[in-house]
């Protein structure tokens, strides 16, 4: 049996009024979100806490050996004997290599025989000149046979003889290369048979202390003093600092315009090597005593600050700054401990302000849920549009 209604007009309007409450239902969730909100306006606050200001200032530069020599032979000749190696920490005096003296041995033994001969001649001629001199006293002989032989005498070259055998002794001894200080073998160049000449053939350094020149600006030159310790950081040796001590301060400027400095660093285990990389962490300037700090954003550039108090208002104060760095800003006068201070949103204030005090995170959060609010808002109107244009549809077909 088939129905037919009677008064459509009635049922196109139950539904219009059931769209149009949907409608108000959505606006209605706006409103109440509006009204669950905070109040005031949103800041990010820290508290006023104890520290101190440490302005500084980073130096770098390589390390050195106190001592680096590099030896090489007084003589030339074919390398005999290399006696040390990389790594061996040698005794100044300590033999590094020989060179070859074969021909020098046999040009000293002749230069001996030499020598020994003319030595012989030499005090038999001292003898005659002697014996001559004691007659011509007597009158027994002339006055030129004293001087011939006295001129005899003179005209054996004995010292002559006795300097070409230290002469040829002495590139004997040349020929076996010595380190001239204590230290590690960082570098030997030569190895057995080669010719040696006038170059290097080792190198040798001693760290026990090591050094650091560290080039400074003008401005920085002031934080250094004689005999001051500073901070050395050398990360390939060594997770913590090492004490260096400043062992001379420039009278003039390089050329590069800037003062080298030199720091002295005891390595009595031998772990810093010459090469590494340092950083000295100069304090420039710095507090005298720990006084309030803040971050330097909750400054203004009138020297003022927003103070939240426990109603959550904030209030506007004037505040005397110290010294500061890249973050914080030490506060002299104006604030006490704990107090809570504004560090964002500051500009959005004025003197009595109501706040809501968030953080960045947390803000982000209420963005999040408010989007989330408005999605879910504009679906429900979305909806409800539909429902009134169904209902609509549904009137017109009937």
Request: proline residues 3%.
């Amino acid at each position: 049996m088939k129905m037919t209604l009677k008064k459509p007009w009635l049922l196109a309007g139950m539904l219009v009024v059931l769209a149009t409450a949907l409608l108000c239902g959505g606006c209605g969730g706006d409103k109440q979100t509006v009204e669950q909100a905070d109040p005031g306006i949103a800041v990010e606050v820290v508290q006023a806490e104890l520290g101190q200001i440490v302005n500084s200032t980073v130096v770098r530069g390589n390390v050195e050996a106190t001592d680096d020599v590099y030896v090489a032979p007084k003589a030339q000749g074919v390398v005999r004997s290399v006696n040390v190696s990389v790594g061996d920490y040698i005794s100044n005096g300590q033999v590094i290599c020989q060179l070859d003296t074969v021909d020098l041995q046999t040009a000293l033994a002749l230069a001996k025989s030499q020598y020994d001969t003319l030595n012989t001649s030499y005090q038999e001629a001292v003898k005659n000149r002697d014996r001559y001199a004691a007659l011509y006293a007597e009158g027994a002989v002339s006055l030129a046979q004293y001087e011939q032989a006295e001129t005899a005498v003179k005209t054996m070259n004995l010292e002559g003889a006795r300097l070409q055998v230290q002469q040829i002794q002495d590139q004997i001894n040349n020929c076996t290369v010595r380190s001239t200080i204590s230290g590690q073998v960082a570098e030997v160049s030569v190895n057995p048979g080669d010719m040696a000449g006038s170059g290097p053939v080792a190198r040798v350094v001693d760290i026990k202390q090591v050094k650091l020149v560290a080039n400074v600006t003008e401005s920085v030159l002031a934080s250094f003093s004689q005999g001051m310790e500073v901070p050395v950081t050398i990360s390939a040796a060594s997770a913590e600092p090492y004490i260096g001590r400043v062992s001379s301060m420039p009278v003039a400027a390089n050329a590069t315009m800037t003062y080298p400095v030199e720091i002295i660093i005891d390595n009595p285990n031998r772990e810093i090597m010459a090469g590494m990389f340092a950083e000295v962490n100069v304090v420039r300037e710095q507090s005298a005593a720990e006084n309030l700090i803040i971050p330097k954003s909750a400054v203004n550039n009138d020297g003022q600050v927003f103070v939240v108090d426990a109603q959550n208002v904030a209030h506007l104060r004037n505040v005397e700054t110290g010294l500061s760095d890249d973050n914080n800003v030490e506060i002299l006068s104006g604030l006490t401990a704990g107090e809570t201070v504004v560090t964002v949103g500051g500009y959005l204030l004025s003197d009595g302000a109501e706040v809501r005090v968030v953080s960045g995170e947390s803000e982000a959060d209420n963005t999040e849920t408010e989007n989330n609010t408005n999605d879910t808002n504009a679906e429900n109107n979305d909806n409800a549009e539909n429902a009134a244009d169904g209902s609509s549809a549904a009137v017109a077909n009937n």
